[in-house]
């Protein structure tokens, strides 16, 4: 478990990222919220309608736990596992458009209302509570565990909404070390970004150089088409990649593949000599 003062910056983090996001979001104007999102079955306002709904499921569960009650959420499967992949993901993207239409014009009202109800509950988390168990969909799971996913859902959904509006927006600076801690345990294959590997002779290791806050190296492989963290004693990387972090966090999140970045200057590959 992380400790005391790690926590508390978390639970500040996300009450900082809440406060960025409503006061962006509740100065659309109402035809900025038909626009269509990165999302594919969403515009900009079931975008929002999902962030809503999502912090009262995520939201809910921990309450639950932290009372010692492992219950479904209401119209989710009664034992955890049962519902993943597309079938859960076809749950999330119907009930956010069905949220946005329910919602109507309070859609902003019920955000803004959401994430104050969720961030008191967090500031109220005391240190013997992050360790207990709660349900979710696909496991039982920690209350400190749903800390990051809250984080990625604000940070990566405000780069959904910006850019439908912007030119080149920029992910959150502050979430993106969340992020990227996050790679190595996500459970979706993530390798979108990188070119079709069906015709490889064998896996293709990138070697990530990332600049700015947080900076690090990762190895990733590709093979079949499928991404995944590289091991110790596997092949040496075939081509290297430098960029900075954020550029890196919208390529795992499926938001630019490695083409589009490099064509748009906001990374540089190059083939490792003798690969």
Known sequence: MQSVDTHKTHVELIQSETERVKQYINALPPEALERPSPCDKWNVGEVIAHLEWFAEIYGGMMERGLR??????????????????????????????????????????????????????????????????????????????????IVTELAVHEWDIRSTLEDSPSI??????????????????????????????????????????????????????????AHDGEDLASVSVSCDMGTFVLLMWDRMSLDSADSSGRLSQRAIKGK
């Open 68 to 149: 010692g009650d492992l219950s479904p959420t209401e119209g989710f499967p009664p034992v955890p596992g049962t519902l993943s992949g597309p079938a859960l993901e076809e749950l999330y993207a119907h009930g956010a458009i069905e949220r946005r239409r329910r919602l109507g014009g309070n859609l902003f009202v019920a955000f803004n209302e959401r994430y104050d109800w969720l961030n008191d509950m967090l500031k109220g988390i005391g240190p013997e509570d992050w360790d207990k168990p709660c349900y979710h969909t696909l496991r039982i799971r920690s209350v400190e565990s749903f800390i990051p996913t």
């Open 172 to 229: 959150s600076v502050s979430s993106i070390p969340i992020l990227v801690d996050r790679i190595p345990v996500r459970t979706r294959p993530w390798a979108v970004a990188f070119p079709d590997t069906s015709d490889s002779q064998g896996p293709i290791r990138y070697s990530f150089e990332l600049t700015g806050v947080g900076a690090r190296t990762l190895d990733l492989v590709v093979e079949d088409n499928k991404a995944r963290l």
